[in-house]
């Protein structure tokens, strides 16, 4: 976190967590980096897929867990979809050549597992999604998205 104030919300169903996505693509500009976190099934892909329809995207949105990246394009902005769970510190994601892509100034960068990277120094300040399931279909959701 950046030292932006915390806000918490509450989903209520997958839809719910896809329209905060859909906001938030409302207000995120050129080269924002988005950082999500939370467990396995918190619902990070289900944001970051309102995120993408937000943005104007109508394909298919999945988590790139094996593919550590996909690409959506077609949108507003393009958008990185990246999934940092199979890589286990900056050297592998260095030797993933994932760098130009968690930070890259033509587009929106959406990071799955984020507390698996170190951001440089010359870094600025990215937003944070945290997502702690409740119970079946409820989530809390805190993020530093300033606006939202
Ligand atoms: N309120 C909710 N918000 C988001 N997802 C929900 C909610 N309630 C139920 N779900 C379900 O939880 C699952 C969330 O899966 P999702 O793939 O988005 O999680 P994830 O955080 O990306 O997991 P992974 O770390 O494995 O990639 C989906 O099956 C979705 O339908
Ligand atoms: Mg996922």
Redesign the pocket.
Known sequence: MNGMPIRTWI????G???ALGERIAGVASRGQVIG?S????????????GLARGLGFTGRIH?P?FSLINLYEGGRLPLFHL?L?RLDGPAAIHEAGLEDYLIHPGGISAV??IGRWTPPPSHQSHWSIH?T?LD????EITHDIPGL
């Open positions: 989903s209520r169903s997958a719910d967590t896809e999500l939370g467990d396995l099934g918190a619902g990070k892909t289900a944001l970051i897929r988590s867990t999934d769970y799955e597992w997502l399931p079946d279909t409820t989530r």
